[in-house]
């Protein structure tokens, strides 16, 4: 969202609010909690998790520095719907529900980027619903792979590196797939030389490869 903004605007809405640091596997947002205030983070990698009533826990999306999280809850004043965790540490703003919105309402242009930094979000979750639908759980696995590792990932010598603490049972969450599956996909795309799975953290040491695998290298 502040990429949208101009520099005198993004710096004022910075300059708002409390800053605060967290560590790895910190919970930031609890669901069910009341909404008091939105979260921006300015370093770092957040994951956003919902917690169902079958117990299984889904990750919906990974967040970064510059997007907004918690405002969904602060506009329609209820509770908290899922749960934000940090992946790695994070410095972030917190910015309390009053001065969040008297701060919308001085300057429309945040207004605007709010409504695209959501449009975007929803356009996400309708690409993904899509491909559930429509494309092969291996596409979907790399796919979704490819996505993380060109936001988050680490570009080194030794290939992309994605440290985010994830479980695979994560990741298959976010994908739509089963878990087994998931291992599966990553198992062939490990003998094809595209990746490799270490404790905690992928690597891939093909990103055009995963990119032919997953049907993205035109896109790209």
Request: with cysteine; net charge positive.
């Amino acid at each position: 969202m502040l990429g949208l903004l101009g520099a005198r605007t993004a710096n004022a809405l910075l300059d708002l609010g409390t800053p605060v640091a967290y560590g790895p596997r910190q919970t930031v947002i609890r669901q069910g909690e009341p909404s008091h205030h939105v979260v921006i983070p300015l370093t770092g990698a957040l994951k956003v998790v919902v917690d169902t009533e079958f117990g299984r826990p889904v990750l919906l999306a990974l967040r970064g520095p510059g997007d907004i999280l918690g405002e969904m809850s602060v506009f329609e004043e209820r509770r908290r719907s899922a749960n934000v965790q940090t992946c790695t540490p994070v410095q972030a703003k917190l910015v309390g529900k009053a001065q969040f919105n008297e701060f919308l309402d001085r300057h429309p242009d945040v207004w605007r980027a709010v409504a695209s930094s959501l449009s975007t979000r929803l356009h996400w979750a309708n690409s993904r619903r899509a491909e559930i639908l429509s494309c092969p759980a291996p596409i979907r696995v790399g796919r979704v792979l490819a996505e993380i590792v060109r936001r988050h990932g680490r570009h080194t010598a030794h290939g992309w590196i994605l440290d985010l603490s994830l479980t695979q049972a994560e990741i298959a969450s976010l994908t739509g797939v089963a878990l087994s599956t998931f291992e599966k996909t990553t198992q062939r795309l490990h003998r094809l030389g595209v990746l490799r799975s270490e404790y905690r953290r992928i690597v891939v040491d093909d990103l055009g490869a995963l990119l032919r695998f997953s049907k993205l290298a035109e896109q790209s």
